[in-house]
């Protein structure tokens, strides 16, 4: 009981002191104030980044592996080199189709950019895939109704299509697409099904695209100088390692490469994203604390110097509180309450900044931004460790007064 009167007596003292000394207050938690405002907004920028990453990713599968001429991740000079390897080929991948023992689904795909019209509507830049029939399981390419490809329409190589949801909107608005012709870069192909909305990936209208059996696409559009992209859907996800040197050892055995030589192809897969994505954002965490560590340390810096001059200003008041029986551990105490008020003080100001730039951000942009309580209870904590460790020896101080040096003190 005793210490909680204490606690209130030093929060109440020090509240006065904030209220008497406005300015120097304020100037005092600055530092406060800029490290846990900086700390709560990247965060939230962060956070939210993280969620939308999580979601535009998930597209991809952690079970699908992508044997590509080129590297997802590659440095600006490796470019060249690159480009000098030898196209991927329908016939590799049928060889892939043919040899794996891992896969649950492979699916050759070739993409131009065409314009899509039907009657006087058109829709400019439709993504244009050529592929099979497994390309429904290898992308999740799920007809919102209709049907998709099937086998017997990639074997004849018919003049059908799927078109994302978008692309039907355009050109139909409520009509029923399915058995329409539409034009695709000036051939006619039936609408067979509509792909369920999927929205952006990366930059990447998902639901403007249209897919056609690749041997209609390679007599439509040609593909001589084309790569072909593989999807290779794995049985299970616990399989994708064992998975990747499977098809690394068909790709090397189908192309002959001696052992010296090295893979004259790329197999992409989700988790080198999310590793270049881990070393993005951990640069962003590095920022953070760094500005958050640098804006706390003068803060508490700060502090230490405002409580020294309070303990200066005060010396009188302690000296009448020793000499009416206040003990040492008493005064120390008191002085600590009052550092952790003002640190905790800044800290407030800090989380209600940090609230409103988020909210700005939020309004000048399409960046989401998520503040989570622990984020908030962080940052009381860190505010609230700042005062304990910076206030302890102004305290200290003040509590190692003599009582009658203290008293004579004018």
């Known amino acids: 009981m005793r210490i909680l009167i204490y606690m209130w007596e030093g929060v109440r003292i020090a509240f006065d002191a904030l209220k008497a000394y406005k300015m120097r207050s304020i100037l005092t938690t600055l530092g406060i104030i800029i490290g846990v405002t900086t700390v709560i907004t990247i965060v939230a920028l962060i956070q939210g980044l993280n969620q939308a990453f999580s979601r535009e990713i998930s597209a991809i599968g952690t079970d699908t592996l992508y044997i590509q001429k080129f590297p997802w991740i590659m440095n600006d000079n490796d470019w060249f080199k690159y480009r000098n390897r030898k196209n991927i080929t329908l016939e590799e991948s049928e060889r892939v189709r043919q040899l794996s023992t891992l896969s649950l689904a492979v699916a050759p795909s070739i993409a131009t950019r065409r314009t899509a019209k039907f009657q006087d509507k058109s829709v400019e830049s439709v993504i244009i895939f050529g592929t099979n029939a497994d390309y429904m399981i290898t992308s999740n390419a799920v007809p919102e109704y209709g049907r998709f490809m099937s086998e017997n329409d990639v074997h004849e190589n018919r003049p059908v299509c799927v078109i994302g949801w978008e692309v039907a909107q355009k050109l139909f608005d409520q009509a029923d697409p399915l058995g329409k012709r539409i034009n695709i870069g000036g051939r006619k192909f039936r609408v067979i099904g509509v792909l369920e909305k999927k929205g952006s990936m990366f930059g990447f209208n998902q639901d403007i695209i249209g897919i056609i059996p690749i041997g209609a696409f390679q007599s439509a559009f040609g593909a001589q100088r084309r790569s072909v992209e593989v999807e290779v859907k794995i049985k299970s996800p616990e399989l994708i390692e064992e998975a990747e040197y499977e098809l690394t050892g068909i790709m090397r055995r189908i192309r002959k490469l001696t052992p010296e030589k090295e893979n004259d192809f790329a197999i992409n897969k989700q988790s080198m994203l999310l590793d270049t ?133 004018e």
């Open 277 to 409: 994505y881990n070393k993005l954002t951990s640069t962003l965490w590095a920022v953070a604390i760094g500005v958050g560590a640098i804006s706390l340390l003068v803060g508490g810096i700060g502090i230490m110097n405002i409580m020294l001059v309070s303990v200066t200003e005060r010396t009188h008041e302690i000296g009448i509180r020793m000499a009416i029986g206040a003990r040492g551990r008493d005064i120390l105490v008191q002085f600590l309450i009052e550092a952790v008020v003002l640190s905790l003080s800044g800290g407030l100001i800090g989380v209600l900044v940090g609230f409103l730039a988020t909210w700005v951000v939020n309004l000048a942009t399409e960046w989401v931004t998520v503040i989570s309580p622990t984020n908030v209870l962080l940052s009381f904590g860190f505010a609230g460790a700042v005062g304990i460790f910076f206030g302890y020896y102004p305290a200290r101080k003040a509590a190692a007064l003599n009582p009658i040096e203290a008293l004579r003190y």
